[in-house]
């Protein structure tokens, strides 16, 4: 099973007379990680509420699996929901469920299964995120990590096409963020469906994803493959891959020009980013690309790596050099004689990327059938 | 990167003097009125939750409905007891209670416990929920929370509400005969004997009918309250407060149509 696409184009929220964001386009490839970014009061989590439907955008549409959910039905919107795992903030777990009715909860609403084979798939989930013995536990009862793990599991038991995170990292230590993120790259590697993280922990987002974003000022400010990001010399863009103060996002508003500037030049002369010392939220200097994390030893490859691979070689003309560079360096050496050769055609919908179904290249597993 | 027409800050007031304002909030509660209805005769019906909002919602109201019911039926007693006598009327004393306990009161402590025992107290259930995303999860697992969550609780409170009803008029019945008989020497023999003189079936009938409508009422009123909760613990306590006080006005309004509609339906015995 492949994750489904998500296509979000022209998009724009607001609540009465405050506009929250507007004209965001992305497609979320499916079977891949994104991140989407953000100071906080961007609009995150309005997004993620938008893309399940709990909200509703006044303008653009996001097509799943050929279903407009801005504009469906009230009925279809609830089949396509099936479609969706969504792991809230604080796990959002029934409190007056113990954690196994909590997983088991989906099942016994949705599907005809006995007991015992309910049985078997919770037990088998909780086992994936780790929460082996504590099926009696009620939700006050265990730690906010649990909770997040909990209400992972349960986001997964009807085998969801795209799943959503809610700012997995808030209110957890730094190891535990980790493990989550390892947890997830399992997870993906394992079940290869698609997945977007709101989040604003910059170590996730330099580890993780195989695509960025970043909302800033009410618009999404990029969106691309983590290299693009990475090494992007928009100044947002750095500042906040950065986590430190010098840039143009202030503490509430946006700053001044001639007050950026000045903080620019005195960054520079302390040496840059690269010099800056490691910011908050696991974040380290400079624009280096490090390296994405692996599924744990023992776990199938990442089905994703490789369709991505070729998806980002096939659009390496259109990124700057710098950007070009950090492609190459993670792409395999049969994929990199392709793209010199010329080989490989740019994709249909150019930059932000769409499915593409046209061809498929001769050694390569082509991009899921589409439309 | 600019914004097609400039937002603008959110002014203090904005909306908030909108002429249409309380329409559409009221219309708004009635559209979840009928999406409650809508949903009630879907399959599967929550036969579980029904049972234990049943169960809930009864143990918050019983008692304090009898506690409230004894000096209502007491208070009853008394005014009329004082009101016969002077009238030379005592022999009437029973039947006149029992008709005001049957006909106004216990639909009124009905009215008062649902709302104010019941109707908060799913209301901060629903609340309490919802700021923890838990009905966002529950909609985002494919699952109607007004048909999983909603139609059980309106049932309950409309079955309860129709037993408080038959409850307070026991008891309220019961404690007028202890007023009048004990503590204003009152015969018992007339107050028993009189007992039918005045009221009749249907005036049973019509409290119990009364029960279910507020039941109906402070249900949907609670739930929709509740699910609408936001801002935090104090966004679900404004729900409860509001909830209660919209059940109260309600009911009490409806009270007052439900009677006048009695009264030219069926005509008082002996005419």
């Known amino acids: ?371 | 990167m600019t914004a097609p027409g400039k937002p603008e800050a959110p002014g203090l007031l904005d909306g908030k003097l909108s002429p249409t304002r309380p329409l559409r909030a009221s219309g708004d509660l009635f559209a979840f009125a009928l999406d409650t209805v809508r949903a009630m005769p879907k399959r599967p019906f929550q036969l579980r939750e029904f049972v234990q909002q049943t169960w809930f919602v009864a143990s918050v109201t019983i008692l304090p409905t009898a506690l409230v019911a004894i000096p209502f039926g007491a208070v009853i007693a008394l005014q009329l007891g004082s009101l016969t006598r002077q009238l030379g009327a005592q022999s009437f004393t029973g039947s006149a209670s029992v008709l005001a306990v049957l006909r106004e009161a216990s639909p009124i402590v009905t009215a008062l416990l649902i709302a104010g025992a019941g109707g908060s107290a799913i209301c901060a259930d629903l609340g309490a929920r919802k700021i923890r995303d838990e009905i966002d999860a529950m909609e985002v697992l494919g699952i109607n929370p007004i048909q999983r969550l909603v139609v059980p609780r309106v049932l309950a409170a409309m079955v309860v509400a129709t037993l408080l009803n038959g409850l307070v008029s026991v008891v309220g019945v019961a404690g007028g005969y202890f007023f009048n008989v004990v503590l204003q020497g009152g015969t018992p023999g007339a107050y028993l004997a009189s007992f039918g003189a005045l009221a009749q079936v249907e005036d049973f009938w019509s409290g119990e009918l009364k029960a279910l409508v507020f039941g109906l009422i402070a249900g949907i009123v609670a739930s929709y309250k509740g699910l609408r909760a936001g801002g935090g613990p104090k966004g679900v306590g404004d729900a409860v407060n509001q909830s209660v006080v919209i059940t109260f006005l309600l009911l009490f309004a409806v009270n007052f149509v439900m009677t006048a509609i009695y009264f030219q339906l069926v005509p008082p015995k002996g005419q």
């Open chain 1, 1 to 371: 099973m492949v994750g489904v696409a998500v296509e979000v184009e022209g998009l724009t929220k607001s609540f009465g007379s405050q506009n929250i964001w507007s004209d965001v386009t992305l497609t979320l490839p499916p079977g891949e990680i994104s991140v989407l970014l953000g100071p906080s009061g961007t609009g995150k989590s309005v997004f993620l509420k938008s893309l399940v439907g709990l909200l509703k955008p006044e303008r653009g549409s996001i097509v799943i699996s050929d279903t407009d959910i801005v504009r469906c039905s009230e009925s279809r919107l609830y089949d396509v929901r099936k479609l969706f795992g969504v792991l809230f903030q604080d796990g959002a777990l029934f409190g007056s469920m113990d954690l196994f009715d909590n997983i088991a909860f989906p099942l016994r609403e949705h599907t005809r299964k006995t007991e015992a084979e309910v049985r078997r798939i919770v037990l088998e989930k909780m086992d994936m995120v780790g929460l082996q013995g504590a099926e009696r536990k009620l939700p006050g009862e265990i730690s906010g990590g649990m909770r997040k793990r909990a209400g992972l599991a349960r986001a997964l038991v009807l085998d969801p096409e795209i799943i959503l995170f809610d700012e997995p990292d808030s209110g957890l230590d730094p190891v535990r963020v980790a493990y989550l993120n390892q947890l997830i790259v399992d997870l993906n590697a394992q079940i290869d469906a698609t997945f977007l993280i709101v989040t604003h922990d910059i170590g996730t987002a330099r580890t993780v994803p195989d695509n960025l974003g970043l909302l800033y000022r009410k618009h999404l400010a990029m969106f691309g493959p983590r290299e693009q990001l990475l090494t992007s010399q928009e100044p947002v863009v750095q500042q906040f891959l950065n986590g430190r103060r010098e840039g143009p996002i202030g503490m509430s508003e946006e700053k001044d020009v001639a007050q950026v500037e000045a903080e620019m030049a005195a960054l520079q002369a302390r040496g840059g980013d690269r010099h800056n010392g490691v910011g908050p939220k696991g974040a380290v200097g400079g624009d280096a690309v490090p390296p994405q994390l692996d599924p744990s030893p023992g776990l199938p490859e990442r089905r994703a790596q490789r369709r991505r691979q070729e998806r980002v070689a096939r659009m390496l003309h259109e990124f700057d050099p710098a950007t070009a560079d950090a492609i190459r360096a993670s792409l395999p050496a049969d994929l990199l004689a392709q793209a010199d050769a010329g080989v490989l055609t740019p994709p249909a919908g150019g930059r932000h990327w769409a499915t593409d179904s046209t061809q498929a290249i001769g050694v390569l597993p082509g991009p899921r059938d589409g439309r």
